[in-house]
């Protein structure tokens, strides 16, 4: 109890070899050049103005998120890369399932329900507020959102389930069959987002190299937090 800690030393140097050695800035670079191709695409010649704009925001905040990841990857924060990385699985997987279904109406609920959503927490938040001030910004939120919408007021439905009437797993069998990787990898890093004992004690613990320790954790003061390679904890990110 009374011996020393001896901290395990910063991989720092060793990840970013590691980095370095999978190439993962040319992947990155390879992906950047795709994405910005995929821009020019001009979706409103193909799709309704709403379902294009819907698709466009799947695709951005996939690309977005996918690319985030990776410089928190390479600056090693690694807890916020893999949810940032989980992120960015749920909405690939949700944007794969509606282009499946190519289903105007599902698109439709999509885009409704935020505005749902909004007007039920802007109503929560005007019945919990003590002051008139904050009823008021309460009621602002909820105009907004309904004005940002271009729908009238009767029309919004308030909203407190779910989107969609299917969790992720179905969504991704209906999509590339059972047992599928995306839902794997998808599943696998639901550790991070609940806060698992192998996510607290990677990130934010560290074992004592003392011998009389016997592998005992304590506080991480390591700044530098290493994901590895997140997609699998061993593959790469590409």
Known sequence: VFSP???KPDDSKMEE???TEMEIDKFKKEFEAIFSQFKEINLLAIYPKFIAEVNMGF???VCNLSLEAVDFVKTHKGEIAEMVFRTSLETFIVGSWL???KDIELHKRFREYSTGRERFFGQQIAEK???EEMKKEASKMVNNAIKEAGVREIDVATERGDIFNLRIDQMADEVWGADNHYYFLYKRSSEVIHGHWRVISKYHLAKSHN???NGLYW??????RFAGLIVTGKQSLS
């Open 5 to 7: 800690l001896l901290p």
């Open 219 to 224: 506080y991480n003061e390591n700044p530098n």
């Open 99 to 101: 282009l499946k279904r």
């Open 211 to 213: 011998p009389m320790h």
């Open 17 to 19: 070899e590691h980095y």
């Open 59 to 61: 695709v951005a905040r």
């Open 129 to 131: 507020a003590t002051t």
